[in-house]
């Protein structure tokens, strides 16, 4: 099994969620979250002066992936996430060792 954790743009999750659905596995968990990458933040006009935003908002999607599903996963994410701009976000990809499910105590990726 693998940790999938996607930093992309708000306005992406919906259709991120849906593509993910279609391709068999909905366990995901969402957070909103604040940070920037390269870019240092971005500089927007309010009133005629100037703000350098130095975190913009992101989604981060977890999502716990039986192996032979992680690059559908990823290729399902990056094809929606893409606009060809910066800050189109991260992908990381972990191994997980175990996962148990708390209401019926199944293991491994019986759990997922």
């Known amino acids: 099994m693998k940790r999938v954790e996607a930093i992309v743009r708000p306005e992406r999750l919906e259709d991120i969620v849906e593509n993910m659905e279609a391709l068999g596995h909905s366990g995901i968990t969402v957070t909103q979250v604040e940070g920037h990458g ?21 989604v981060k999607i977890e999502a716990v992936v039986k ?21 189109d976000g991260k992908i ?21």
């Open 38 to 58: 390269r870019q240092k933040g971005i500089v927007e006009q309010f009133r005629g002066k100037e703000y350098k935003l130095m975190f913009i908002p992101k």
């Open 67 to 87: 192996d032979e599903l992680v690059e559908k996963i990823i290729d399902a994410i990056v094809s929606t996430a893409f606009t060809g701009n910066v800050g």
């Open 92 to 112: 990381f990809v972990s191994n997980v060792e175990d996962a148990v499910r708390v209401r019926t105590k199944d293991r491994g990726v019986a759990a997922v």
